[in-house]
C-alpha cells in the first residue's frame, strides 16, 4: 500500500471522527473517501451531501446477511431513516446468516419480481451472487452495495468500509499500547469466502509484520458468538502464550467471557468492527478498542446513491469509509448516532 493511501486512510480517520458531532437528522456534510469515477487510483476526500427529496416514490429492496446483532440493525436504521427522508419505498430481506447464501439468490429474485427499481445488497459472497447482480444490471435494475464489498462485478455504485485499513490500523494501534511488550496473537477475520473477512486479515497480517506483534494464528469462521467462542477456546487451548486476539465484534464479545473462564488477566481484545456490546466492552476496559466504519451513515448513503442513480444524476460511484478508532479516551466524546440504531430502535422492514 503507498504511503499517499496510508495517509489519505489516516486523516480521514481523524476528521471522519471529528466531523462525527452533528445530530442525525442533519448528518451531512459527512467526509469521505471517493475514487473518482471509480478509480481506486485516484482516490481524494470529499464531503458527501444527499438530496432533499426524492422525484417519486421509487421502490427499493433490501438485501441483508442477517439482522442478528446491532451493526445490521444499524445499517438498517440508517436505510430506513433516509428512506422516509427522501421518500422512497423500502422492502428489507435478511438471510439469516452466512451460511444462507441460497436464501439471499433466491431473496434477490423476490426482489426482481417485486418490480423493485434498485437493489441495495449486502453479499453473503460476491461470487455467489455476481450472476444474479449481472441479471438485475442487464435489466436496468439500479445495484448499490451496502458495507460488504462488491469488487469485481459490474455495479452501480457502491458504499463500503476501507476493510484493508480498518486490519491495519487495528493492529497498528494494538503495538502501540503494548508498547514494550512482545504481542502473541491469534486473528478471527471473519467467514472465509465474504471477500471482506480476507480484507480484514490481509491489513492485520501486514501491521503484523513489522513491530512488537507475532501472529501465530488465523481462524475464519461465522460472524456469531457462539461459533467465535469455540474458536476462541481453541486457540486459547491451542496457543497458551497468546496474549491478543483481535477479530471481529462477535470475536471480542466471546473473547470478553472466554479469557475469563480460562483465568487470563493479560490478555488484550481489539475488534475490526463494531456492535453495541463493543460500546460498552471499551467502557469498561474489557476491549481495548474497535474500529468503527459508520454503519448508520452507510445505510443512508447507500439510500441516497440508489436514488441520485434512478434520477439519473451525478453520483459517486466508490466510496470508502475510513476508519475511525474507537478507545477509552474517545468513547464519550463521538457521535455514536452516525454508528448505532437508537437503544431502543427494533428492525424495520418496510417503509411506505
Not at 62 to 71: E, K, N, R, T
Not at 201 to 222: A, C, H, Q, Y
Request: charged share 20%; proline share 5%; aromatic share 8%.
Amino acid at each position: 500500500m503507498s504511503g499517499l493511501k496510508k495517509s489519505l486512510a489516516f486523516a480521514l480517520s481523524a476528521t471522519v471522527l471529528s466531523a462525527g458531532m452533528a445530530h442525525a437528522a442533519d448528518w451531512w456534510p459527512f467526509k469521505i473517501a471517493s475514487a473518482k469515477d471509480g478509480d481506486l487510483k485516484n482516490v481524494g476526500e470529499i464531503e458527501y451531501k444527499p438530496l432533499d427529496k426524492a422525484e417519486k416514490p421509487w421502490k427499493l429492496c433490501v438485501l441483508f446477511p442477517h439482522l442478528q446483532d446491532s451493526y445490521w440493525v444499524s445499517v438498517d436504521y440508517g436505510i430506513v431513516e433516509e428512506a422516509k427522508r427522501l421518500g422512497v419505498k423500502v422492502t428489507v430481506l435478511q438471510a439469516g446468516g452466512y451460511t444462507a447464501l441460497p436464501k439471499q439468490i433466491s431473496q434477490y429474485d423476490d426482489c426482481v419480481a417485486a418490480g423493485a427499481d434498485a437493489i441495495l445488497i449486502s453479499a453473503i459472497s460476491e461470487a455467489g451472487v455476481a450472476a444474479k447482480i449481472n441479471e438485475g444490471m442487464g435489466k436496468g435494475i439500479v445495484n448499490i452495495a451496502v458495507a460488504n464489498p462488491i469488487l469485481e462485478t459490474p455495479i452501480t455504485a457502491r458504499i463500503t468500509p476501507d476493510f484493508y485499513q480498518k486490519g491495519f490500523q487495528t493492529g497498528e494501534y494494538v503495538k502501540k499500547f503494548l508498547g514494550d511488550k512482545q504481542g502473541t496473537a491469534v486473528a478471527f477475520p471473519g467467514p472465509q469466502g465474504s471477500g471482506w473477512a480476507e480484507t480484514y486479515m490481509n491489513g492485520f497480517r501486514d501491521s503484523t509484520k513489522t513491530g512488537n506483534i507475532k501472529l501465530v494464528g488465523e481462524m475464519f469462521g461465522e460472524a456469531s458468538v457462539p461459533a467465535q467462542l469455540k474458536l476462541v477456546e481453541d486457540a486459547l487451548q491451542t496457543h497458551p502464550d497468546v496474549n491478543v486476539i483481535w477479530g471481529g465484534a462477535p470475536t471480542a464479545e466471546a473473547a470478553i467471557g472466554a479469557v475469563a473462564d480460562a483465568g487470563l488477566s493479560n490478555v488484550t481484545i481489539m475488534s475490526s468492527y463494531e456492535n453495541q456490546t463493543m460500546l460498552k466492552a471499551v467502557k469498561d476496559g474489557s476491549v481495548l478498542g474497535f474500529a468503527t466504519e459508520y454503519p448508520v451513515i452507510m445505510g443512508r448513503i447507500g439510500v441516497d446513491l440508489a436514488v441520485r442513480a434512478l434520477e439519473k444524476k451525478d453520483h459517486e460511484k466508490v466510496l470508502l469509509v475510513a476508519p475511525g478508532i474507537v478507545t477509552k479516551d474517545n468513547v464519550d466524546k463521538i457521535d455514536t448516532t452516525q454508528i448505532f440504531a437508537p437503544d431502543n430502535w427494533r428492525p424495520e422492514f418496510s417503509v411506505e
